[in-house]
């Protein structure tokens, strides 16, 4: 069965720290790993990552994949309160237009 | 900035009644998605749809669902016989591609509740 594994499952920061989030995963043929931020309501699209070691970056976030260890990691520097989210991963499987979550990482950023 | 768009925001219905949640995709879009987020538990994958067929459905999408293209702008997801576990956010998606452009734009979503 295809799963998504994040941690820590929440973390709580003060303004200016890094936070590192964590996804791995197990799919039967792996096509692309997904992170999302949801804040109220529906999921805004971060980065989509498909080879493993190139960093893909925006702004103060940046993340990484490695297909040979099976995760991902997502870097938030310089934190903000507006940071403050669940953080979610998915991958898509190759057998077609098939995601799976994980259960998301939610973050709080104190002022 | 286009955007999907989802009505109604909130619906409320009796167990075994059918509702209908309606998504507007993004225009030049052509795979589409539904998903489901129990309060407090992770999105869940149900359908999604490409070239007015399903591509793919996950183990949540039986007989009960069914989604549906009806014109060049809509897409719908009937649930038939509503049970009190239906109740949860259901998201609708887009993305203009597949592959290398499967970056998916979410709804605000449709919060169902079974009575």
């Known amino acids: 069965e295809d799963k998504v594994v994040q941690s820590p499952l929440s973390l709580v920061v003060h303004e200016g720290d890094t936070v590192t989030l964590n996804c791995s995963y197990e799919?039967?043929?792996?096509?692309?790993l997904l992170w999302y931020k949801q804040e109220k309501k529906a999921p805004t699209f971060l980065f989509m990552l498909?080879?493993?070691?190139i960093e893909k970056k925006s702004g103060r976030l940046s993340s990484i994949l490695d297909k040979k260890e099976l995760f991902s990691i997502l870097n938030i520097t310089a934190t903000q309160t507006g940071d403050s989210a669940i953080y979610l991963c998915a991958v898509e499987n190759n057998y077609g237009q098939n995601f799976v979550f994980g259960p998301g990482t939610r973050l709080s950023v104190l002022p | 900035e286009p955007e999907v768009t989802q009505t109604p925001s909130h619906q409320v219905t009796q167990m075994g009644q059918e509702v209908i949640l309606r998504c507007v995709p993004i225009s030049n879009h052509l795979y589409f998605y539904w998903y489901r987020q129990i309060l407090g538990q992770k999105v869940e994958f149900l359908v999604s749809?490409?070239?007015?067929?399903?591509?793919?459905k996950s183990e949540i999408f039986d007989d009960q669902f069914s989604v549906e293209r009806p014109d060049g702008s809509n897409f719908t997801l009937k649930i038939r016989s509503t049970k009190l576990e239906d109740s949860a956010m259901y998201f609708c998606?887009?993305?203009?591609?597949?592959?290398?452009?499967?970056?998916?734009?979410f709804g605000p979503g449709t919060r169902l509740t079974v009575l």
């Open positions: 498909t080879s493993s070691g």
């Open positions: 749809f490409y070239n007015n067929e399903i591509s793919e």
């Open positions: 998606a887009s993305s203009p591609g597949a592959g290398l452009y499967n970056e998916q734009f």
């Open positions: 799919v039967t043929n792996f096509r692309s």
